[in-house]
Nanobody
């Protein structure tokens, strides 16, 4: 069982950057696709980014592609989300997630339903 804790959220001006971190516990961490999602109050969870178990493949939503970068370190059990060129519409709670099944997952069709659990989240607020 992989447990997740996010950190790194905060207040930033539009155009600025933040780096979110996700610390994972559990020996099987390196076997799973990991990802980030976000959810605004009263709205559905939105897939943001995902990374394969090896770190060799990644996927992004159209809304963040070119601005956000996901990465991982399996030796450290860490996942990061580097967020650049932040916009006011990026203001929301961000969650780190672990895939439902270990190993290879179709990264071209990755979405929130491919993840079985999420951390408690970290708030990102972008001021305009």
């Amino acid at each position: 069982q992989v447990q997740l804790v996010e950190s790194g959220g905060g207040l930033v001006q539009a155009g600025g950057s933040l780096r979110l971190s996700c610390a994972a516990s559990g020996r099987a961490f390196s076997s799973y696709v990991m990802g980030w999602s976000r959810q605004a109050p009263g709205k559905e969870r939105e897939f943001v980014a995902g990374i394969s178990w090896s770190g060799g493949s990644s996927a992004y939503s159209n809304s963040v592609k070119g601005r956000f970068t996901i990465s991982r370190d399996n030796d450290a059990n860490m996942v990061w989300l580097q967020m650049n060129s932040l916009k006011s519409e990026d203001t929301v709670v961000y969650y780190c997630g672990v895939a439902r099944i270990p190993g290879v997952v179709d990264m071209t069709a990755l979405g929130v339903t491919d993840f079985r659990s999420w951390g408690p989240g970290t708030q990102v607020t972008v001021s305009s």
